[in-house]
């Protein structure tokens, strides 16, 4: 199957590592990062979603309108606006894009952040939200006739889009968390669903979860699933150990110096409430290398913030390491680098070409199993009828 590779879309030059430099929204460095992932390989950019972020989806349009192969994947939480007014933002953001949006739903992991945008649900009813979201999103972007919708959160009469995405039937859904909650609306409504890197077998696991959830939702298909990492690479293995201490050892002076804050609250200050960044740091406790290249303590400096774990070595053991999760059924690889424009360019000049390579080989290879399987059976049953 193919391989994709996700990278950010950031409107700033900020990161755990590096204090930011520029505006929150710069239209320079916004259009020079996305334009070093479109050069260099990568397949999409995701514009993520904060209380006092700048508004992805404008950001994304501007940048829709600049290039012309990079794809968009936006964060949007339903909380924002009413899902027949997100509608037609997301299909007016295809015509921009010719067809390049995939939408990412966050439900909320965070009260607090929620209330900031004067969302008090409560998290079960924040789940249960998103899937009737969801399920509106999708219908006004194939509804060619007025509909009627009364649901536990939304209600409105005789609604019709005048306005309708490129793709057809409809722009990819894409979906995470590690919830029950999460994976039963993920599983039902997800073209994508997207975990934080974890060990293998807890990744495992994970897919088999959300495989399940699709099935009790009555679905035949089952969504794709994407994993996301911090690379932290260099030209020998000693060299990329030496870069990731020394990067845990800048995450944890700006944390203790109170410089580094997330969503208006100092980074790893409170035990989180989402179920992603708890099981981030019950990883990082138990352990702080997994697999071939796995290291945890970038998670446990940031109190498991979002994507936090790190895949630590040459260009080459990141790649193989990303490809043991292909192996699993990853086909969507999501990395974030500290230093975001150089780790954009020097992942994708050379950890990209590597898996690209690999994942056409391991490709090659089946069919070519395929191949010989269907002659054998057809010898077998020329045998049978003779």
């Not at 520029?22 to 950019?45: I, K, N, S």
């Not at 999708?138 to 649901?151: I, L, Q």
């Not at 969507?332 to 690999?358: K, N, Q, T, W």
């Amino acid at each position: 199957m193919p391989v994709e590779f996700l990278g950010i879309a950031a409107t700033g030059d900020g990161s755990e590592t590096t204090p930011r430099s520029t505006a929150a929204f710069d239209r320079d460095y916004t259009l020079r990062l996305a334009r070093a992932h479109e050069d260099h390989g990568w397949d999409r950019v995701l514009f993520a979603y904060g209380a006092g972020s700048p508004e992805p989806a404008a950001a994304a349009a501007f940048l829709a309108s600049r290039l012309d192969r990079l794809q968009i994947l936006l964060a949007h939480r339903p909380n924002v606006s009413y899902p027949t007014f997100a509608a037609k933002t997301f299909a007016t953001l295809d015509q921009i894009s010719d067809g390049r949006l995939t939408v990412h739903f966050i439900t909320g992991g965070s009260d607090h952040e929620q209330q900031r945008e004067g969302d008090f649900l409560s998290k079960d009813e924040r789940y249960e939200r998103t899937r009737e979201y969801i399920g509106i999103v999708k219908k006004a972007w194939t509804s060619r006739e007025p509909f009627d919708h009364e649901g536990t959160h939304y209600r409105f009469n005789d609604f019709v889009s005048d306005v309708f995405p490129v793709q057809q039937p409809r722009p990819g859904v894409s979906f995470g968390g590690s919830s029950e909650a999460a994976y039963a609306a993920g599983g039902a409504e997800a073209d994508v669903y997207c975990l934080w890197g974890e060990p293998l077998a807890r990744t495992a696991e994970q897919i088999e979860r959300v495989k399940a959830a699709a099935r009790a939702a009555g679905r035949t298909d089952v969504p794709r699933i994407q994993v996301a990492f911090r690379p932290i690479i260099a030209p020998t293995e000693e060299l990329a150990w030496e870069k990731a201490h020394r990067t845990v050892a800048v995450i944890k002076a700006r944390r203790e110096s109170g410089e580094l804050v997330r969503r208006g609250r100092p980074l790893g200050a409170a035990t989180p409430e989402n179920t992603g960044s708890q099981r981030l740091i019950e990883i990082a406790e138990a352990g702080e290398r997994y697999d071939r290249a796995l290291w945890t303590p970038t998670a446990a400096a940031t109190g498991g913030a979002g994507n936090s774990n790190a895949l630590v070595g040459t260009p080459e053991t990141v790649a193989q390491a990303l490809l043991d999760y292909y192996d699993l059924g990853v086909d969507i690889l999501s990395a974030r680098g500290y230093h975001l424009l150089d780790d954009a360019i020097d992942f994708g000049r050379h950890v990209i070409p590597i898996v690209r390579e690999e994942v056409a080989k391991r490709d090659a290879a089946k069919a070519a199993e395929a191949a010989a399987r269907a002659e054998r059976d057809r010898h077998q049953l020329i045998a049978v009828q003779a």
